[in-house]
């Protein structure tokens, strides 16, 4: 079954310890993104990735990296967690980007940082 | 001003009625356009890509006004299962990102 799968699903941690949420996709799509979605503020794009080794920030990438090895894989660092980083994630890809090809979502990681 | 602005409703109609939600857009160097639908506290899903001709997907009719930057859906019979939350989507930065709106929400009621 084509997916995108994030995990964990549900986090709960404290100020200042690392946590990475993985991403991985296995429809060998070449662009990959992370997302948060915060009440009142919809989405917002945090970094992306058009391919191996090629990442870019996005609107909102403070406090986040990313690493893009594998094709299929895309996880999200948070070095020093902060609780304004209590968030709903989402992972995205996509077989490339341009004006017709959708963007597939993982199930979402819902991160408490207390 | 927002990128992408939308109603965020709640739109509340009865089971067959016809519903439509528009999404405005600032820059006008944005090439793709989409809905996307999202279920509450799930994933965003898209719905429909939006072309400059307009297209139609079943009870679902998107279309494109560019000159005065606006994209719109039209739900047609609505039905129960049409409660979610509509997400306008419009790309920039040469196609590389997404700009979500807020979303519309719409509540079809028996």
């Known amino acids: 079954e084509a997916q995108v799968t994030q995990n964990p699903r549900y986090l709960i941690t404290v100020t200042g310890k690392k946590l990475t949420v993985t991403c991985s996709q296995n429809?060998?799509?070449?662009?990959m993104s992370w997302y948060r979605q915060d009440p009142g503020l919809g989405l917002r794009q945090i970094y992306y990735s058009m391919n191996v080794e090629v990442t870019d920030k996005g609107d909102v990438p403070e406090g986040y990296k990313v690493s893009r090895k594998e094709k299929r894989n895309f996880p999200l660092i948070l070095e020093s967690p902060s609780p304004n980083q209590t968030s709903l994630y989402f992972c995205a890809s996509s077989l490339q980007m341009g004006l017709t090809y959708e963007q597939y979502f993982g199930p979402g990681t819902r991160l408490t940082v207390t | 001003r927002k990128e992408v602005e939308q109603d965020p409703g709640p739109f509340n109609v009865p089971e067959g009625a016809t519903v439509a939600f528009n999404c405005t857009y600032s820059?006008?160097?944005?090439?793709?356009f989409f809905w996307y639908r999202q279920d509450c506290r799930k994933e965003p899903k898209l719905l429909m890509s939006v072309y400059s001709s307009g297209n139609e997907d079943g009870r679902f009719t998107a279309q494109l006004n560019r000159a005065s930057q606006y994209i719109s859906l039209l739900i047609r019979d609505s039905k129960l299962s049409d409660s979610a939350t509509y997400l306008c989507v419009v790309s920039r930065n040469a196609g590389n990102m997404l700009t979500f709106g807020g979303g519309t929400r719409l509540m079809v009621k028996p």
């Open positions: 429809m060998n799509h070449e662009y």
């Open positions: 820059n006008s160097a944005s090439q793709s």
